[in-house]
């Protein structure tokens, strides 16, 4: 346990240029809404009221409650959208939510505080794809969501970007 809280401590999901590039992108389902469950740790690929995919993740590590500010390392409740995808990140994918939303940043003003951003689904940290499931073992990321390199794969291909997705506590 100690070792993957060290390996993933220092860990971001800032961009960068040094990995294979994932070429294809078509969304072939009718996902029309994601919906993240904080509380089990599920993220949920909707087509109506029907679950089209369902997947274990990992959080942030900063705890279960709703994100606040930069750097508190939590993951934000609300609505928002996939608004891009970077297949440059130092993830293996990464699809960007539209974090802050206007109540976030009002939140944020009357705090004085900076919102925060770069929230992301991605995949497990470049070079460490190995570790598979295993990485749902703690949560890790900075106020990310994640999956497996498997899994992202399987994501990016059936939400499009525009997509809702609500991160429910």
């Given at each position: 346990?100690?070792?993957?809280?060290?390996?993933?401590?220092?860990?971001?999901?800032?961009?960068t240029?040094?990995?294979v590039?994932?070429?294809?992108?078509?969304?072939?389902?009718?996902v029309?809404?994601?919906?993240?469950?904080?509380?089990d740790?599920?993220?949920?690929?909707?087509?109506?009221?029907?679950?089209?995919?369902?997947?274990?993740?990992?959080?942030?590590?900063?705890g279960l409650?709703?994100?606040?500010?930069?750097?508190?390392?939590?993951?934000?409740?609300?609505?928002?959208?996939?608004?891009?995808?970077?297949?440059?990140?130092r993830?293996?994918?990464?699809?960007?939510v539209s974090?802050?939303?206007?109540?976030?940043?009002?939140r944020?003003?009357?705090?004085?505080?900076?919102?925060?951003?770069?929230?992301?689904?991605?995949?497990?940290?470049?070079?460490?794809?190995?570790?598979?499931?295993?990485?749902?073992?703690?949560?890790?990321?900075?106020?990310?969501?994640?999956?497996?390199?498997?899994?992202?794969?399987?994501?990016w291909?059936?939400?499009?970007?525009?997509?809702?997705?609500?991160?429910?506590?």
């Open positions: 346990m100690l070792i993957f809280a060290l390996v993933f401590s220092s860990l971001s999901c800032e961009p240029s040094d990995r590039r994932f070429e294809s992108y078509q969304a072939e389902s009718h029309d809404r994601v919906v993240a469950k904080k509380k740790h599920k993220l949920l690929l909707m087509n109506g009221d029907v679950v089209v995919k369902s997947y274990s993740v990992a959080l942030a590590r900063g409650g709703p994100k606040e500010r930069q750097g508190d390392h939590k993951t934000p409740e609300g609505l928002y959208v996939i608004d891009s995808r970077n297949q440059s990140s993830f293996h994918l990464a699809l960007h974090y802050p939303n206007e109540a976030d940043r009002e944020a003003r009357k705090l004085r505080v900076d919102p925060g951003g770069n929230i992301m689904i991605h995949g497990i940290h470049n070079g460490l794809g190995w570790l598979g499931a295993s990485h749902r073992l703690i949560d890790w990321t900075d106020g990310c969501i994640a999956v497996t390199d498997r899994e992202i794969e399987d994501i291909t059936l939400v499009p970007n525009g997509t809702p997705i609500e991160i429910q506590p």
